[in-house]
């Protein structure tokens, strides 16, 4: 698990900034590697610093996941970033496996050699996915400025198993005519679009609605939680058969509220890495499925059953109505904790690393409570990890491995049931 390597390049910013902390060399980005005899001595104490922090969230993953629960993480990346992070094929199976996830859907980064029309990186993906054996599928990623349908014709006669679309990077909306071959494309070829629809958008939900519903047999992955435009996106989208939405977002709130505006059977787990986790953000799938009171069949169907129906042919899983309320009930104390404690992250995103520690202190002091209510352990629990946080920030070696901890962290204080169960 995660614990036997703290420092590995996997930080945890699920649905985060794509220019990630790669990008910031203050803030540690991808030089978070033992390189150096020097840094040793340190580096093995912020190793224990961290592997004891995170033991209780790792408990907690094996008593809540159900048992033989297949895991498929419908949103990772491989490949090399403009912004400087990269995956390898090997780093994405290792990561995978921490989380005991077999399959994945794969498709490239925002890759400095993606002219013309993303062939390059789509052909180092479909050869990376031939070596995994099957345990990735991989997706196309698509350029409408650059015969989008040409290449997503190629990709799908060599096994690409679906199209990836990233609104923000390629700069365009849906209401074109090449996304609407796309989706024509999509819909003929069966295949599912994984749109991103995290931050960083345009307002182009409306666009996006009517071109679904106009093409309602091409199944759409809207990425992030459609923070992008939740409310619209899942209102609009109610009625159409085939919307899923991928839960890789850094804030819990943005999960937990999926599961009041769509069908537990439309929510599939997904961790985007290299910028997030899969071992991190399955702490948090466990956590906001317990807090939706799921069943154990929902729970096996968004952790991988209901991806794995609709890799394997067998189409989408009938979805029933919303699990939660439209309110989301949490215990005060914690509510404190989280509300400064999810204001490290972002600092840290921008390099911003005063503010970071100066919230973190305050969300520490938030779990000093000699009256602790039904929420003591939750307290105790949840203080441990933002202290250890904070011991780790010392340092800029360990930054991600602090990002886990307070990532962990305001899961749990967000979905903590108030009757401290
Ligand atoms: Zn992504």
Known sequence: MNAARPGAPTAVAPGAPTVGLGGR??????????????????????????????????????????????????????????????????????????????????????????????????????????????????????????????????????????????????DFVFDGPEMDEVFKLAEDSGVPVLIHAGRGLPPLADGLVDLALRRPGAVLILAHGAICDQGILTTRLADHPGVLYDISCFFPLDVIELFARVPAERVVFASDPPYGLPATTLYMALRVARQARLDEAATRGLLGGTMASLLDGHGLPPGGAPRRGPSIELSGRLARVYGYASLVGPALFTGVVEQARAMLEMAIAACRDPDPGNVGEALEVVGGALRAASGLLESEDSIRPAIDLVYRAIVRAATELPDGN
């Open 25 to 170: 060399p203050s803030v540690a980005g991808d030089r978070d590697l033992p390189g150096h005899a020097d840094r040793i001595g340190c580096t093995t104490v912020n190793e224990s610093l961290y592997a004891e922090a995170l033991a209780p969230f790792l408990a907690e993953t094996r008593r809540l996941r159900p048992q033989h629960a297949e895991v498929i993480d419908a949103h990772t990346h491989l490949g090399l970033d403009e912004d400087g992070r990269s995956l390898s094929l090997g780093q994405l199976l290792s990561q995978l496996d921490d989380a005991g996830a077999r399959r994945a859907c794969v498709f490239p980064l925002h890759d400095p050699e993606r002219r013309p029309a993303y062939s390059v990186p789509n052909d180092r993906v479909l050869a990376w996915a031939e070596e995994s054996e099957g345990r990735l599928a991989p997706f196309c990623r698509l350029d409408p400025a650059e015969g989008p349908v040409a290449e997503c014709e190629r990709c799908l006669a060599a096994g690409a198993k679906g199209i990836k679309l990233h609104p923000r990077a390629q």
